[in-house]
């Protein structure tokens, strides 16, 4: 419905008013808007309607940017409106936790118990949110982090599991905060081989495979020394992969530019779009110092992907992806957004390598395995999400032949799913004797053998399309073949467990001392965020707020200005006095900005912003060259004149007396006097505003006494008239003494500030900006001042 996120209510005015009532389609709606602070008598009075009808409540939602704000209340009356809203409005609550605490008599009558567990970015808060939620309606809420497997909470509910009483809190997110060391500078490696490395003294593995990959594609993808191009400005994703290398203790940054080439660097992350990822990537395909490629879009149609895998094995390069978060070499390198926040990272000890590589298809459930292997055994020595699509550009063989060559990988976890026979190829490699290193995997989707019909899941490739590709066939399959297969997906964990001791006591693995990460700072944007911190504003506004819904002016709603009809005149008074001001004065506003629009090409600023525009200049410099004139001389005089008044008014001294003294001074009485206009020859706009301002304004004092000033003057010489430049300033001042939206002491603080002259600069900006265009309309050419309006006045020639 719009570009632009807009609330609901104001989405369905739009269509009324554009909509044709007389019409099929009909879109009539009545609606009344309550706050935290709505007076209700008043509301009854605009809306006398809501006492007669089935009222609908709901949350005011912005289209296109909807959240989860609760329910809907419908046919109730407008004490049950009262009732629905009493306990939501001005209420922070949502989701989940509004559910309970609007359901707790349900839920304890029914004797519900809540489970919870939570991982991602600062899922420490949302379960200390639900926790105090538990805790203050009384139902059994119990929360677990990603200290517990995240199907635990299922077992747990059904009571086939016992429920801790206190989970294990993770210590990790203590390095997460600010550098306790004080030293920006990268620390010293914290280790320099992986838990399970071989060292040269040890003796080579008893059973030996049969020979590697074919040659072209590089069997390590990722080291120490890897660096990336991400094509697309990724800053969040590049910022991450940074703070990984610093608590890797890498040398250099892994990431070497957004753009391209770079001759160093050999690996390509493209963020490109679905619509331009394909060409970007064969264009870089032909650079032969890439050998990696990881392409996060999805949606990229299957034909073209097939067109990049081709392209691919004939230039030895390997593709993560399509559709994929990438992949993680713990302690060297990382895709992206791979491993999600650093917090995670810490947590699954993903800045040092361990024994065990994993592939997968999911890029969620890579995060996971993260998690779960860093808890059971020594962690992730590699790890692959070659993402969802029917067509991956690596497949799990691929990256699980790389595992099987790589010394440092002691063993393998590969998480399948139902549809395709890639895991068949696993099968084959174990009785071909290639794959020797012991392998747990898991197909996930074994639910689906519990519908009677065809079920698509996820991911695209995600399908079951014959009995060979369901999860439960493919399960049964590898373990046949010698696969430790768990019995459910529960267990992943405790199977990984079982295998990596088993090598740990057979000294296959030798784990190593662990040593503790650097300190890293946190994201200054999530420690705000969390309240761990506070910055001091740059600069404070107080007359617009555009963050919210719509936009404010001076807290008033943008709709509420249309609606109330208030102008260019109510505008400017929210924008420059941040009030509402009368009707009349917002009137007399606009009638100062027509009247200041123009007054001909002659004057100095208009004369100079015709010459900007005869010299090829641009609008905005033209115009400022015009502004730039407006000072005491031109123009600028409202400010002036209504200070001079003012001071003379306020001191008590008559008319007569205020001329004589300004004589006396050698002053000039600001806003009197005019060039061409006379008393013979009155200038109509000074006649205009003043028959306004006697006929509307509650009280007309200053005007009054410069009124009298000019009769004195103007005895003198008939040319000394209060200008338009005095008649708008001395009014204005009237407006704001005498209107009641101001205290007198605000009335004169815009006046000491310089207020008025801004409605000469605006209502002559409209004039400039006329003259350019009809400048360019006219297509006039540079302009040269002609010699005979000039007189040289130069001095006598002097020789020597």
Known sequence: MSAKAISEQTGKELLYKFICTTSAIQNRFKYARATPDTDWARLLQDHPWLLSQNLVVKPDQLIKRRGKLGLVGVNLTLDGVKSWLKPRLGQEATGIVRAIRDYQGPLKEHEVTVFVRRGGPNYQEGLRVMGEVGKTTGIPIHVFGTETHMTAIVGMALGHRPIPNQPPTAAHTANFLLNASGSTSTPAPSRTASFS????????????????????????????????????????????????????????????????????????????????????????????????IAIIAEGIPEALTRKLIKKADQKGVTIIGPATVGGIKPGCFKIGNTGGMLDNILASKLYRPGSVAYVSRSGGMSNELNNIISRTTDGVYEGVAIGGDRYPGSTFMDHVLRYQDAPGVKMIVVLGEIGGTEEYKICRGIKEGRLTKPIVCWCIGTCAT??????????????????????????????????????????????????????????????????????????????????????????????????????????????????????????????????????????????????????????????????????????????????????????????????????????????????????????????????????????????????????????????????????????????????????????????????????????DEYIDIGALNGIFVLGRSMGFIGHYLDQKRLKQGLYRHPWDDISYVLPEHMSM
């Open 197 to 292: 490395e071989s060292r040269a003294d040890e003796v080579a593995p008893a059973k030996k495979a049969k020979p590697a990959m074919p040659q072209g594609k590089s069997t390590t993808l990722f080291s120490r020394h890897t660096k990336a191009i991400v094509w697309g400005m990724q800053t969040r994703a590049v910022q991450g992969m940074l703070d990984f290398d610093y608590v890797c203790s890498r040398d250099e940054p892994s990431v070497a530019a957004m753009v391209y080439p770079f001759p160093e660097v050999d690996v390509l992350i493209n963020f490109a779009s679905l619509r331009s990822a394909y060409d970007s990537t064969m264009e870089t395909m032909n650079y032969v110092q890439i050998r990696t």
């Open 450 to 747: 519990m519908f009677s019909s065809e079920v698509q899941f996820g991911h695209a490739g995600a399908c079951a399309n014959q009995a060979s590709e369901t999860a439960v066939a493919k399960n049964q399959a590898l373990k046949e073949a010698g696969v430790f297969v768990p019995r459910s997906f529960d267990e992943l964990g405790e199977i990984i467990q079982s295998v990596y001791e088993d090598l740990v006591a057979n000294g296959v693995i030798v784990p190593a001392q662990e040593v503790p990460p650097p300190t890293v700072p946190m994201d200054y944007s999530w420690a705000r965020e969390l309240g761990l911190i506070r910055k001091p504003a740059s600069f404070m506004t107080s007359i617009c707020d555009e963050r919210g819904q719509e936009l404010i002016y001076a807290g008033m709603p943008i709709t509420e200005v249309f609606k109330e009809e208030m102008g260019i005149g109510g505008v400017l008074g929210l924008l420059w006095f941040q009030k509402r001001l009368p009707k009349y004065s917002c009137q007399f506003i606009e009638m100062c900005l027509m009247v200041t629009a123009d007054h001909g090409p002659a004057v100095s600023g208009a004369h100079n912003t015709i010459i900007c525009a005869r010299a090829g200049k641009d609008l905005v410099s033209s115009l400022t060259s015009g502004l730039l004139t407006i000072g005491d001389r031109f123009g600028g005089a409202l400010d002036a004149a209504a200070k001079m008044f003012s001071k003379a008014f306020d001191s008590g001294i008559i008319p007569m007396e205020f001329v004589n003294k300004m004589k006396k001074e050698g002053k000039l009485i600001m806003g009197i006097g005019h060039r061409v206009k006379s008393i013979n020859n009155p200038d109509m706009r000074v006649q205009i505003l003043k028959d306004y301002v006697r006929q509307h304004f509650p009280a007309t004092p200053l005007l009054d006494y410069a009124l009298e000033v000019e009769k004195i003057t103007t005895s003198k010489k008939p040319n000394l008239i209060l200008n338009v430049d005095g008649l708008i300033g001395v009014a204005f001042v009237d407006m704001l003494r005498n209107c009641g939206s101001f205290t007198r002491e605000e009335a």
